[in-house]
């Protein structure tokens, strides 16, 4: 490492090199010191170990004539990544302070993140309970999906990619393998064992969003197993990995966070959720296709395990208030409806806070509600035994929400999802004991999360008219 970093004391403009801090396939990065402002930075400098190496003074080259062209095209897409990953707000991705070009080679100035990596922070944690996995992985998933509404992929998370500040918050890191998801464009091949899907192995693998949530499937995979992921090139033949449902400890997680950590670790890229917004969905029980249902039930049969979660509990009505008047101050007047629908499906106090805490906008806010109430694990009066008189009945959805309000959920709906409204209403209705919750069921199709907002607070305006 010693022969292409950059010395220890080294100017690069305002900014003192203080040490190495890693090196990898693209390039360096170092620890330096802002002189300026006295602030410590991490800066990453592009110089590909296959291409390039560095002369006597200081400044990179490409290794031959031959390798020219693709340490320029390489060199171009390092100021291109720069350019729009300093375009990036979010408090759960690194920041990007400035980037410019020196050495014949081309410099990433990021802000340095004080704090431990995921790999250290946890060892002296496991295990982690549900509430404190999600607390983790929620903020992440909202910087993740920020990264992929732009059009890129960051293509290599994995537990030393994730810090934990001094404060407890997550931060994604580590975005030299970042490149722009576009159709029919090729793509380098990028590897972590145990992380990285099989489409990374090879350059002409489709990559997309899934690409990255496998590798966040194996990030919390490993969290709550304790053990990394058999790597995807020998699960292509024959399936080697043990599930999470049977794998993880069922009386610290719930069955929907193991199914969700399995669907994202499934090795055809097709069969896994396709978005953050799927994923994230999943995690709490909101959504999951059949198929990955299907195939979650047959392994939990197979272990042992309930194929569902331990039935909703009758929850305290103080407990309940307490609760809305917490989440009210983030989301308002419609936290009534939220509190309603969720604890119909929540399990335990904790529960039922980490699933009502999705609709928290700001990652800082959620992460405090969740703690709020992660340590009570009371379940409550459970809910009254069914008979089979009542499985018969619940078998049959009747929607007791009269067809006015239908057609007009379904033309407000259709605005935003267009004519594929009709079968999301109807399947809602069969779920919903009134229009309040009705609406708040299908704004989850909404994908902008401002738009969605504005329509659900309707579930608020015709609740209050019933």
């Known amino acids: 490492m010693a022969e292409i970093s950059l010395p220890r004391g080294y100017a690069l403009h305002e900014y003192r090199i203080e040490q190495t801090l890693g090196i990898g396939g693209f390039g360096l990065t170092y620890l330096a010191t802002d002189s300026n402002l006295n602030l410590q930075v991490a800066i ?39 350019r729009t990953l300093a375009s990036f707000r979010h408090p759960n ?33 496991r295990p982690l309970d549900q509430s404190t996995v999600l607390a983790i992985a929620s903020p992440l998933l909202d910087g993740l999906e920020v990264i992929h509404g732009a059009g890129y992929l960051h293509r290599d998370i994995k537990p030393a990619n994730i810090f934990i500040r001094e404060d407890g918050s997550p931060v994604l890191l580590d975005f030299g393998s970042a490149r722009m ?8 091949a990028i590897v972590t064992p145990g992380y990285a899907p099989i489409e990374q ?22 969290i709550v197993t304790g053990n990394r992921p058999i790597e995807a090139a020998a699960r292509v033949h024959e399936e080697l990995l043990k599930p999470a449902v049977k794998a993880a400890d069922g009386s610290l997680y719930g069955a929907d966070l193991l199914a969700a950590v399995d669907w994202a670790l499934s090795p055809r890229e097709q069969q896994r959720p396709q978005s953050v917004r799927e994923f994230r969905a999943a995690l709490t029980g909101r959504t999951m296709p059949e198929a990955a249902t299907v195939k979650t039930k047959e ?11 331990p039935p909703a509990a009758a929850f305290d009505p103080d407990t309940l208030r307490k609760i809305e008047t917490e989440l009210a101050r983030h989301i308002g007047p419609i936290a009534a409806v939220v509190i309603r629908s ?3 499906k929540a399990y335990s106090v904790a529960n039922l806070a980490e699933t009502v805490s999705a609709d928290i906008a700001d990652p800082k806010d959620r992460t405090a509600f969740v703690r709020r109430f992660s340590s009570d694990r009371s379940t409550p009066t459970s809910a ?20 006015t309000t239908l057609a007009k959920a379904e033309s407000a709906l259709a605005k935003y999802i267009g004519a594929v409204a009709k079968v999301v209403v109807k399947r809602a209705a069969s779920k919903a004991r009134d229009a309040g919750e009705l609406y708040l069921l299908i704004a989850n199709e909404i994908e902008d999360k401002n738009e969605r907002t504005t329509f659900i607070r309707k579930a608020m305006s015709v609740s209050d008219k019933e």
């Open 342 to 344: 969720a604890a119909k």
């Open 384 to 403: 009254p035994p069914r008979t089979a008189a009542t499985q018969r009945q619940s078998s049959q959805p009747i929607s007791s929400i009269d067809p």
């Open 44 to 82: 990453k400098e592009y110089l590909p170990g296959d291409l390039a190496l560095r002369d006597d003074d200081q400044s990179v080259r490409p290794k031959s004539d031959a390798s020219l062209d693709s340490f320029n095209w390489g060199l171009s897409r390092f100021l291109e990544e720069s």
């Open 299 to 309: 392994s939990m049969r197979a272990s042992g395990t309930p194929a569902s979660a």
């Open 181 to 188: 998801a576009s159709v029919g464009t090729e793509l380098t």
């Open 93 to 125: 991705i690194v920041r990007v302070l400035r980037f410019f070009e020196a050495n014949l080679t081309a410099y990433m100035v990021m802000e340095f993140v004080a704090g431990e990596s995921l790999n250290e922070w946890i060892r002296k944690r």
């Open 201 to 222: 192995y090879h350059s002409q693998g489709k990559q997309g969003p899934w690409s990255d949530l496998y590798a966040f499937g194996g990030v919390l995979y490993w």
